[in-house]
Nanobody, 119 residues
Framework: QVQVVESGGGLVQPGGSLRLSCAAS????????MGWYRQAPGKQRELVAI???????NYADSVNGRFTISRDNAKNTVYLQMNSLKPEDTAVYYC?????????????WGQGTQVTVSS
């Protein structure tokens, strides 16, 4: 069982920055693919960025070049640095951890943290 807890959300002006953190429990954090997702009101949850256990990263086109995902396996933590924020980045941001063991997928979600971009 893995628990993930997000922090770092808040209100920021357009053009500003925020850093989200996601702390995960468990002894094998490094084996998990960690991802950030977001869900805006009235919209489906969408992928923002992922960091695989092998060190690869991938971003949604809408945030590429503005957001950076990073992980510290020693601290069991993944970060999302968000720069040049836009009002359309307003959403609840969720942290996800998953791994495959054979045919079984182990998939864990945090409770989410609100990010509001507004003047």
């Amino acid at each position: 069982q893995v628990q993930v807890v997000e922090s770092g959300g808040g209100l920021v002006q357009p053009g500003g920055s925020l850093r989200l953190s996601c702390a995960a429990s468990g002894r094998i954090f490094s084996a998990y693919t960690m991802g950030w997702y977001r869900q805006a009101p009235g919209k489906q949850r969408e992928l923002v960025a992922i960091s695989t256990s092998g060190g690869s990263t991938n971003y949604a086109d809408s945030v590429n070049g503005r957001f950076t995902i990073s992980r510290d396996n020693a601290k069991n933590t993944v970060y999302l640095q968000m720069n040049s924020l836009k009002p359309e980045d307003t959403a609840v941001y969720y942290c996800n951890a998953y791994r495959w063991l054979g045919a079984l997928k182990y998939d864990y979600w945090g409770q989410g943290t609100q990010v509001t971009v507004s003047s």
